[in-house]
C-alpha cells in the first residue's frame, strides 16, 4: 500500500533491511528474518525484536523507499505484506514516474514531486473506495471545486482524480476535476498555482496516447492546443467518464437532430458518476444484442451454457433486461443467442450441486446453465419477468406466414415486393436456381442445429453462411433477426399503422422532399416502375417523417428503402429502416451527415493502419473521404448492382458497419497497383467506378431484366471481381477488426468531426461579417467565441433554454447561434467600451431592440458585431448616433420574447423575402441623419445621463461634465428661441407669455454643479428664462431629476413626440407638468458637442478592444451566478 511519505534514516536500519532493488530514485527492500534467509541467525534476532518490542511488531516485510538525488535523505512512500503486493507498486513507479524525473533540474523538486504524487495517489484510493460509503469525502472536494474554480454553484462536479498535468516539459502535480460542462485542473507545488478550465463543448480530441516521456496519458485537444494528464490511478476510467461527458456536451448543444430529451442524462443537474457508467453499460448491452431502446441491463451472471450442437460448455455471462434473457461466449467460440422472456414458460433447478438451472422455452426448447454463483436468485428473477414481459402473441411465431394489417385506412402492402414482381419458381432447373437451393438446404440444417428466429445460436458458422450470400426467400426474415428490427416491431404491434392514420394527408417539407425522390429510386427495377412499388415506398418513407421529424427526410433514405422493400413486407421495411437510421448507422441521415462523416474519419484511420503502402502514396486522404461517401450512406448501392449490392446489405446487417469498413478496405487494397499509379484524383476515381462496373454476382437467381450489371458482363477480355469473393477476401484480411475498436474510434473521431463543422461555421460567419467591420481577424475569432460561449451558458444548466431550443444547424451560418435579450444584456455590458453606472440595462435593452432587425426577439452574430464596431471603431458622429437612437427606443411589453418558431429552419426558402430583405439592408446602409426622429425631453434627460455616466471617473472628467452643461444650456436656449418665434405675433396674449416664462429643467451631474451655476450668475440681468435654463435648483441638477413631461402636444417647432410612459428612474413631480413639450434634433445635439474638444476627444478616443474582451472572457461565467 502507499504511504505518506515520511523520511526514514538508513545509517541504522541497513543492518535490519536487505535491499533488493534499486535505481537512481528508488529503493526496494526487504526486512531481513522475512524470505529466503528467515532461518538465519540474523533473521531470528530481527524476528524477536519483531516479537518482543510493540512499536516494530506490525512492521511490513517489503517496503520502497525514495531517495533524493545527490543526498542521504531517504523517504518510505509504500510498503508491502507480500513480494507480490510491492512489486505491483514497483511496477507502477517504473512505468509512470521513472521518465518523467529525468526532466527536473534539482533533486528538491524530483522530491517534491514524487511526495505530491504519492499523496494524491493515497488521496485516490480512500475516494474510490469511500466515496460510495462517506459522502462527506465527496462534498468536501465539492466545496474546494467551487472555491477554486468560482463557478456557478449549478454547475455539478461528477468527480475528480489525482494526476499530474504538463505544462511543457514540466509535470504539475495536482487534481483532475471533471464536471457536468467543464474539465477543470489546479495544482499548487512550490509556489507555482496552475489553474485550467476547459469547457466539454470546445474539446475537438479526447484519446489516451503514450511517449517516451508519458507512458500513458490523456491528451485533450482545446482551440487546437493539446493538453496532457498522466500518472493517473485509475486511467481507463477516468478517460472513459471524459469521454461520455464530452460526447454528453457534443451531442446536447451541437448535434440535436438525434439528442432526445427523455435521454436518461438529459438533465445536467442529475448527472453523477454512477448514472454514467449505468447509461454506458446500457449502451454497450443494447448496441451487443441489438435491443430496443427501451431495454435496460438489470442483472449480469457469469456461467456456463451446454451448447448442443458443438457438445460443450461454454463460457460466458447471462445478461437479463426487462424482456430479454441474453447470453454472450467469452471463450472465443463467438456464440451468442436473444432469448424473448415471452418465450420461457418454465425454469427449472434440476441440479444444486453445480448451481444449474434449465430454461424451458416454447418450441419444446431448452437452456442449461451451470456454475451461476447465484442461480437461485436468477430463476427467481426470470420467472418473475416471464409474468410481466410481453405477450406472446406479439412474436412472430412463423417467419413464413404472411402479415395482415387489420382495420387500416390505407392498403398496405404484405408481400415483399421479389415475392410480387419475381416469384420464386420451384420448377426452374436453372444452375444459378440450383445453388440458390443449396444455399437454402445449408440454411435449413443450420436452423435445424441452431435454432430459427429469435432464439437462434449466433456463431462462427453463421457468419460464414452471410459471407456465402444469403438465399433470397430468406434475406427479409434474416435482416429483420440480425438487425434487431424483430425486437422493435414485436414490442410495437400496430404502431406501423397508427403512423399512416395519423400522417395522412399530412403536408410538410419532407414530404415534398420525399415525392420528389420517388422516381430517383431503383428506377430500372420493375417495382418501381409501378404505382404498388412507389406507394410502399413512398407510405415507409413517410411514417418515418412522421416517427422521427429531427430527421424527416435525407437524401440515400430512399435508396436504402426502396432495397429493404425488395425483400421485405412493408411494415417489416419500415422497423428495418428505423434500425439503420437510429441504431446502426446513427446520425447518418441528417442535414450534416456527423455520422458518415464519422465513419469515413474512422475509414481513413484503418487505410493509415493496413493500407501503409496507399498512405505514402497520398498523403492527403481526404479523397477517400469525398469519394467513399455513397458508400458509407448508401451501403454501396448506389455504386455496385443491385444483384451484388444486397449481398453487402447482409454482412452489414450481421456485422454493422465493420463490415462496410472491411469492404471498403478490400476495394482499395485490390485496386492498389492501379491507385499507385494514379496522377490526380480524376484518375482514381475513374479506376474506383470500373472497378465497381466489373463486380458482379454470379450466383445471383435474379432474371436478367432485374440485374443492373454493366454492359461489359459479357466481354471475356475484361476481368470480373464476383462480390461473394471480394466479400470474402475482406473478412479474411481484415476480420481482425473489432466493433469495440470501431465503436472506440467513432467516439474519438466524433468530436473532431463536429468541432470541424463549428470552425467551417465560423470561418463562413467570419468571413461575411470581416467585410464591414474594423475589427482584425484575431478579435473577431474570440468576440465570435464569446457570442457562442455566450449562448451556451444559458444551457449548461437548463434542459428547456429557450436559446438552446432556437439553436438549429440547419439554418444559414449566420442563424446557427443567436442570443435572446437576457443573453444579449449580459454579454453587451460585458463589452461595452464606457462605465454607464445607472441605467446600463436600460441600454442594453434598446441596444437589443435595435439590432434585432427583423424583430424575432433574437440576434445574431453579424447583429452583434455590427452595433459593437460603432462602439470601438467609428467616428465620433456614428457614436453619438447610436447613443441617440438607443435613447429613442420605447420600452416594450414583450420584451425578451422569441417571436420565431424554433422549427423555422423546415420550411421552404423564400428567394422573394430574401430578396426584401436584402433591399431593405441596402437602404437602412444609406441611412441619413435627417431622417432621425427628434428626441423629447424624458429622452434628452436619459441620454445626459448616460452621458454623465459615461465621462464618470475619466481623467478628463470635470471638463466633460462642464462641457455637458454648456451644451444643454445651449440647446435650451436655441429651443427657447424657436419657441418664441413661433409665438411672436399680434394675438400674443398673457397666456402665452406666462407659458414662455416656464422652462424645463435638465439633469446636471453634481460635479458639475458648480460649474453651470458660476456661469449662470455672470449676468443678473437676464431674463426670468435664461436665469431658470442656467441656474437650475439643487434638486434639479442631479441626475436623478423630478422633472416629469406632459401628455405630449406638438412642439413648438411642429414636430410631434410619440407618447412615453414616464421611465421608473424618472418620477412624476405635479410642479414640472405643462401644457406644451420640447424636443430636439440629432443635428442640434451633434452641431452643440462638435464645439466641445473634450468630448470630441473622448469618443474619437481608440478603445483597448484586446483588454476589454479579455477582461469579457475572464468573467463571462461569473456574469452567469
Not at 447470453?327 to 415471452?342: E, N
Not at 467516439?747 to 463562413?764: A, G, P, R
Not at 475569432?781 to 464569446?786: A, H, I, Q, R, S
Not at 436619459?942 to 459615461?950: A, C, F, I, P, Q
Amino acid at each position: 500500500m502507499w504511504l505518506k511519505p515520511e523520511e526514514v534514516l538508513l545509517k541504522n536500519a541497513l543492518k535490519l533491511w536487505v535491499t533488493e532493488k534499486s535505481n537512481d530514485y528508488f529503493v526496494l527492500q526487504r526486512r531481513r528474518g522475512s524470505g529466503e534467509d528467515s532461518g538465519g541467525l540474523t533473521g531470528l534476532l530481527v524476528g524477536t525484536l519483531d516479537t518482543v518490542f510493540d512499536s516494530t511488531a506490525k512492521v511490513a516485510p517489503f517496503r520502497i523507499l525514495h531517495q533524493t538525488p545527490d543526498s542521504q535523505v531517504y523517504w518510505i512512500i509504500a510498503c508491502g505484506a507480500s513480494l507480490e503486493e510491492i512489486s505491483q507498486h514497483w511496477d507502477w513507479l517504473q512505468q509512470n514516474i521513472i521518465r518523467t524525473l529525468s526532466v527536473f533540474d534539482s533533486g528538491e523538486d524530483i522530491t517534491s514531486f514524487v511526495q505530491g504524487k504519492i499523496r494524491g495517489l493515497i488521496a485516490e484510493e480512500g475516494t474510490s473506495a469511500d466515496d460510495e460509503e462517506d459522502p462527506e469525502r465527496f462534498r468536501e472536494a465539492v466545496l474546494r471545486f467551487e472555491r477554486l474554480f468560482v463557478l456557478p454553484q449549478r454547475e455539478k462536479l461528477v468527480t475528480y482524480f489525482s494526476c499530474s498535468y504538463w505544462r511543457g516539459r514540466v509535470p504539475n502535480q495536482g487534481w483532475i476535476y471533471l464536471s457536468t460542462n467543464f474539465l477543470c485542473f489546479y495544482s499548487y507545488m512550490l509556489g507555482n498555482e496552475v489553474k485550467r478550465v476547459y469547457p466539454w463543448d470546445e474539446v475537438s480530441r479526447l484519446e489516451r496516447t503514450s511517449s517516451v516521456m508519458l507512458t500513458e496519458s490523456i491528451r485533450v485537444r482545446v482551440r487546437g492546443e493539446d493538453h496532457f494528464f498522466s500518472m493517473l490511478l485509475r486511467l481507463q476510467q477516468t478517460y472513459l467518464i471524459m469521454q461520455q461527458l464530452a460526447d454528453f456536451a457534443i451531442v446536447r448543444f451541437f448535434d440535436k437532430e438525434t439528442f432526445n430529451a427523455e435521454h436518461p442524462l438529459a438533465n445536467p443537474l442529475h448527472i453523477t458518476q454512477r448514472a454514467l457508467e449505468i447509461h454506458a453499460r446500457n449502451q454497450s448491452f443494447r448496441a451487443f444484442f441489438r435491443l430496443p431502446h427501451e431495454e435496460n441491463l438489470c442483472e449480469v451472471y457469469e456461467s456456463f451454457l451446454w451448447v448442443p450442437f458443438s457438445h460443450v460448455n461454454a463460457l460466458g455471462k447471462i445478461c437479463v433486461s426487462e424482456n430479454y434473457l441474453c447470453f454472450a461466449s467469452q471463450d472465443g467460440s463467438q456464440c451468442h443467442l436473444i432469448i424473448p422472456l415471452w418465450e420461457v414458460f418454465s425454469v427449472e433447478l434440476p441440479d444444486r450441486s453445480s448451481r444449474a438451472l434449465t430454461v424451458c422455452l416454447r418450441g419444446k426448447r431448452a437452456l442449461r446453465f451451470s456454475e451461476v454463483r447465484d442461480f437461485e436468485r436468477l430463476a427467481a428473477t426470470i420467472r418473475r419477468k416471464c409474468g410481466t414481459a410481453g405477450s406472446p402473441q406479439h412474436c412472430i411465431s412463423n417467419p413464413d406466414e404472411e402479415g395482415v394489417m387489420v382495420g387500416q385506412s390505407q392498403a398496405v402492402s404484405t408481400e415483399a415486393l421479389m415475392n410480387v414482381f419475381h416469384p420464386h419458381d420451384a420448377e426452374n432447373l436453372d444452375p444459378k436456381m440450383l445453388k440458390e437451393r443449396m444455399k437454402e438446404q445449408s440454411w435449413q440444417i443450420h436452423f435445424a442445429e441452431y435454432g430459427r428466429g429469435t432464439g437462434m445460436f449466433c456463431t462462427k458458422k453463421t457468419r460464414d453462411l452471410i459471407v456465402r450470400g444469403v438465399p433470397e426467400t430468406l434475406r427479409g426474415e434474416l435482416w429483420m433477426l440480425f438487425s434487431g428490427a424483430v425486437h422493435d416491431m414485436t414490442s410495437h404491434p400496430g404502431y406501423y399503422g397508427r403512423l399512416l392514420e395519423e400522417c395522412m394527408g399530412s403536408s410538410s417539407l419532407a414530404c415534398d422532399e420525399i415525392e420528389r425522390d420517388l422516381h430517383r429510386s431503383l428506377p430500372e427495377h420493375p417495382a418501381f416502375q409501378s404505382d404498388t412499388g412507389i406507394s410502399a415506398l413512398r407510405r415507409v418513407l413517410t411514417a418515418y417523417a412522421h416517427r422521427n421529424p429531427k430527421i424527416g427526410y435525407c437524401q440515400a433514405m430512399n435508396i436504402l428503402t426502396s432495397v429493404l422493400l425488395l425483400y421485405a413486407k412493408e411494415e417489416e421495411a419500415f422497423w428495418l429502416l428505423v434500425a439503420v437510421c437510429e441504431r446502426m448507422l446513427p446520425d447518418y441521415f441528417n442535414r450534416r451527415i456527423i455520422g458518415a462523416l464519422v465513419d469515413q474519419a474512422v475509414f481513413e484511420e484503418l487505410i493509415r493502419e493496413h493500407l501503409t503502402q496507399l498512405t505514402e502514396h497520398m498523403t492527403d486522404l481526404s479523397f477517400f473521404s469525398s469519394v467513399s461517401l455513397s458508400w458509407f450512406l448508401t451501403l454501396f448501392i448506389s455504386v455496385l448492382p443491385i444483384e451484388s449490392a444486397v449481398n453487402v446489405v447482409d454482412c452489414f446487417f450481421y456485422d454493422g458497419i465493420k463490415a462496410i469498413l472491411q469492404l471498403g478496405l478490400a476495394v482499395l487494397d485490390y485496386n492498389m497497383d492501379n491507385l499507385l499509379c494514379c496522377h490526380d484524383d480524376a484518375e482514381a476515381v475513374t479506376v474506383l467506378n470500373r472497378f465497381f462496373d466489373n463486380v458482379t454476382n454470379k450466383d445471383s437467381p435474379l432474371p436478367a431484366t432485374v440485374q443492373q450489371a454493366s454492359a461489359t458482363t459479357n466481354d471475356k477480355s475484361i476481368q470480373k471481381i464476383d462480390i461473394c469473393d471480394l466479400i470474402k477476401e475482406a473478412y479474411e484480411k481484415y476480420g481482425d477488426i473489432r466493433t469495440e475498436e470501431v465503436e472506440n474510434m467513432r467516439k474519438k473521431n466524433k468530436l473532431c468531426v463536429i468541432q470541424t463543422l463549428e470552425d467551417t461555421t465560423k470561418q463562413n460567419v467570419l468571413r461575411v461579417v470581416a467585410q464591414g467591420v474594423k475589427f482584425s481577424a484575431a478579435q473577431l475569432d474570440e468576440l465570435y467565441l464569446l457570442f457562442k460561449r455566450q449562448h451556451f451558458v444559458s444551457c449548461y444548466w437548463s434542459v428547456c433554454s429557450p436559446a438552446l431550443q432556437n439553436h438549429d444547424p440547419s439554418l444559414p451560418y449566420l442563424d446557427q447561434y443567436q442570443l435572446d435579450q437576457s443573453q444579449f444584456s449580459s454579454l453587451f455590458n460585458l463589452l461595452l467600451p464606457w462605465t454607464t453606472h445607472t441605467h446600463a440595462c436600460s441600454l442594453a435593452r434598446s441596444a437589443f431592440h435595435i439590432l434585432d432587425e427583423n424583430g424575432d426577439g433574437l440576434v445574431n452574430f453579424k447583429e452583434f458585431i455590427c452595433g459593437l464596431d460603432i462602439l470601438y471603431n467609428r467616428s465620433f458622429t456614428e457614436k453619438l448616433k447610436l447613443l441617440f437612437k438607443l435613447h429613442l427606443q420605447p420600452d416594450s411589453a414583450e420584451d425578451g420574447v422569441i417571436r420565431k418558431c424554433p422549427e423555422r429552419g423546415r420550411a421552404k426558402v423564400d428567394l422573394q423575402e430574401y430578396l426584401k430583405q436584402w433591399q431593405e439592408d441596402l437602404q437602412r446602409r444609406d441611412e441619413n441623419i435627417k431622417d432621425l426622429p427628434r428626441i423629447n425631453q424624458v429622452q434628452f434627460i436619459r441620454l445626459t445621463k448616460t452621458l454623465y455616466g459615461v465621462f464618470h471617473g475619466d481623467e478628463e472628467e470635470e471638463s466633460l461634465y462642464r462641457a455637458v452643461a454648456r451644451v444643454t444650456s445651449l440647446l435650451l436656449r436655441m429651443e427657447e428661441v424657436g419657441r418664441k418665434l413661433q409665438q411672436s405675433s399680434p394675438q400674443k396674449t398673457p397666456t402665452s407669455t406666462a407659458q414662455t416664462e416656464t422652462s424645463p429643467t435638465l439633469p446636471i451631474s453634481p460635479e458639475a454643479e458648480t460649474l453651470a451655476e458660476g456661469e449662470g450668475t455672470q449676468d443678473h440681468t437676464e431674463s426670468p428664462v435664461s436665469q431658470h435654463e442656467t441656474v437650475p435648483s439643487r434638486s434639479d441638477i442631479t441626475p436623478n431629476s423630478t422633472s416629469r413631461p406632459s401628455t405630449p402636444t406638438s412642439s413648438p417647432t411642429g414636430t410631434s413626440s410619440p407618447a412615453l410612459d414616464t421611465p421608473t428612474d424618472i418620477p412624476s413631480s405635479p410642479s414640472t407638468v405643462r401644457d406644451g413639450d420640447w424636443s430636439f434634433s440629432f443635428e442640434q445635439i451633434l452641431a452643440s458637442l462638435l464645439n466641445e474638444p473634450p468630448v470630441v476627444r473622448f469618443f474619437e478616443r481608440a478603445i483597448d478592444t484586446n483588454a476589454l474582451i479579455a477582461h469579457a472572457r475572464k468573467n463571462q461565467l461569473k456574469d452567469a451566478h
